[in-house]
């Protein structure tokens, strides 16, 4: 392999990359793979060629990473089954070969660190924790560290797989109004009787209605309220809701995403889950 220099290049510039305190070598630097532990959540997976996986793993070392695993489709006793452990919704333990240099990384060895009840079984609870994995998808940009948004997450998915009814049928509102305080667009609870009208481009409570139409008010203004203030998922069960009006904060749940998250687009999961939802 040859490595052409950029005529235009600086002293310390190869194509564009600059190289800090060394001069132009004509060989690239070579970093070692080291290996690593650490949790991750799976996102998504991809099939690859005729064995392998390329996985999508939200870490809690090295934040969102994708991963290379080989071998795991196959037809042999060593491979039957593994893939079942990268279904998205998955908390693993991980041994990996960290390069921050690699866009792809491989997996050395994994494990269940928490094996679910329900979640991958039970329909409607799949249905909310896959709203869950894209909803966080959509966020996450960059391969960033962020140990407390991964322990939120974590801890959502086994208090889901736990819960009950109640509890998660408003559980996809929870996340969806606490998730944002990791990304730095948190709505501020300061809703009262002299500001009952929620902007969802400004993120705030305000006296009067807007001049644009993404606004809540009235109860769905409340409510929202209400669940900003929740802290543990089991006081979900105190808030009823009826089918119709979860819908319709969802909608305007994912308003909000829209105005917020450059290229959010629009959920693909939250359809599935507006029917499954009562």
Wanted: some cysteine.
């Amino acid at each position: 392999m040859f490595l052409f220099l950029n005529s235009n290049a600086t002293k310390h510039e190869i194509h564009g990359v600059y190289i800090p305190g060394s001069p132009v070598s004509p060989w690239p630097t070579i970093m070692p793979d080291r290996t690593q532990k650490t949790k991750g959540i799976v996102l998504r997976t991809v099939k690859y060629g005729e064995t392998s996986l390329i996985v999508s793993i939200f870490t809690e070392l090295f934040g969102l990473q994708s991963y290379m695993v080989s071998g795991v489709r196959a037809s042999t006793k060593k491979g039957t089954g593994k893939a079942n452990l990268f279904q998205p919704t998955a908390i693993l333990d991980l041994v990996v070969y960290h390069n921050e240099l690699k866009h792809l990384n491989r997996i050395k060895e994994f494990k269940w660190h928490h094996l679910y009840k329900n979640i991958l079984s039970d329909v409607p609870r799949n249905a909310v924790a896959l709203f869950m994995i894209e909803l966080l998808t959509k966020c996450l940009k960059q391969p960033e560290p962020n140990p407390e948004l991964f322990e939120f997450c974590e801890d959502a998915f086994i208090h889901l797989d736990e819960s009950s009814e109640a509890i998660m049928a408003n559980f996809p509102l929870f996340f969806a109004l606490h998730l944002p305080a990791f990304f730095g667009f948190r709505i501020s609870d300061d809703y009262s009787e002299e500001t009952p009208v929620l902007d969802l481009q400004e993120g705030t409570f305000f006296a009067d209605k807007p001049d644009y139409l993404h606004f809540l008010e009235g109860k769905q203004a409340e409510i929202t309220s209400e669940l900003l203030k929740i802290m543990q998922p089991e006081e979900l069960a105190q808030i009823k809701l009826n089918q119709d009006f979860r819908r319709q904060l969802l909608h305007a749940y994912e308003t909000y995403y829209r105005l917020h998250i450059q290229d959010f687009g629009t959920m693909k999961t939250l359809p599935v889950l507006r029917e499954l939802l009562g």
